[in-house]
């Protein structure tokens, strides 16, 4: 993970380009204007205790799947690694449950049956079934889990990233500004941290987004965590992405333009038609040809 800003330059160009005439006062030229938001208009999960999967090391509040979001926490501090597995026909994501504080996880696969699993570290990187159970997710919007913090995107009320965002994009008037605003943010706040780069490559680091505020500085999945959290804090819907690209495992940022649908490292939009570019190194100048394979969304 170590494109530094590379990756989110992309997000950045694309908009750049998107709409834009050649004059250059005109960004964006053309957008629907949408409402600002206030703190009190942020988005927060509840554990409301309605529906629960419960077990001995750790329960799984899923009275709001509708929402696009299940709650779990441990029952008491545990010596054993403790994980929430979530899976559909299509694909498992694994979570390490680590706080006795209810912690929000996506349903972001879509409708239909979800297996939900506890499960408890034996050996090695061997688990045991501690409580599984399916239930039939109908979210109410396909977006909805792009809007809610989780445990890779995750703030509270009163954070800094909460009242950052907000104050930051209060005078735009549509979302495009938003978008441009928030990324030129992110990338001029944060420096790259290459030692935390190396610390990456054999240990999994979970983004902290009010560490990053206070160091300034982290990685790919980091720029990406505070990004996505700034955009949904405004009710912009967008998602972490982990995958692939020809050079190493990475992570970037997907947004959702209402009438566009998602924008994505491989996609610009152009005045009146919809271009494949070259977006990473664009701004090094690096004639980067190679593709982007999203693994995980969140």
């Known amino acids: 993970m170590r494109l530094k800003k590379f990756y989110i330059m992309m997000l950045a ?3 750049i380009l998107c709409g834009c005439s050649n004059k250059k006062g005109d960004y964006p030229s053309d957008y629907p204007d949408s409402p600002s938001y206030s703190e009190e208009d942020i988005l927060y999960p509840e554990n409301s205790g309605e529906y629960l999967i419960q077990s001995s090391i750790a329960n799984v509040d899923y009275s709001h799947s509708d929402l696009g979001y299940v709650m779990a926490y441990l029952n008491n501090e545990s010596e054993k690694k403790i994980k929430i597995q979530i899976s559909t026909s ?3 994501y694994n979570y390490d449950l680590i706080s006795t504080e209810p912690v929000a996880f996506p349903m972001q696969m879509g409708n239909g049956e ?11 990187d061997e688990y045991a079934i501690v409580k599984s159970q399916k239930i039939n997710v109908v979210l109410k919007d396909e977006l909805t889990p792009f809007l809610y913090p989780n445990q890779l995107v995750d703030y ?15 005078e735009d008037t549509n ?3 938003r978008i441009r605003n928030i990324y030129d943010y992110v990338v001029h706040y944060l420096d790259y941290d290459d030692d ?8 999994y680091i ?3 987004l009010t560490e990053l505020f206070e160091n300034k500085k982290g990685i790919c999945f980091d720029y990406a965590a505070m990004m996505v959290a700034m955009l949904r804090i405004n009710h912009i819907p967008a998602r972490l992405i982990c995958g692939n690209t020809d050079i190493e495992y990475h992570a970037w940022v ?3 333009l209402e009438g566009k649908g998602w924008v994505n490292p491989d996609t610009f939009i152009d005045e009146k038609v919809w271009t494949r570019m070259d977006p990473t190194f664009a701004s090094s100048k690096f004639n980067y040809k190679g593709q982007y394979e999203a693994v995980y969304y969140y």
Do not use: F, H, M, R
Request: proline content about 2%; cysteine-free; charged content about 25%.
């Open 13 to 15: 160009l694309s908009l």
């Open 90 to 92: 299509v694909q498992t």
């Open 114 to 124: 979800y297996l939900i699993k506890i499960l408890e570290n034996t050996q090695g």
């Open 156 to 170: 509270k009320k009163g954070d800094i990233i909460t009242q950052k965002s907000i104050e930051l994009v209060k």
């Open 175 to 177: 979302d495009l500004q």
């Open 196 to 203: 935390k780069a190396t610390i990456a490559t054999t240990k």
């Open 206 to 208: 979970l983004p902290n």
């Open 254 to 256: 997907e947004v959702y």
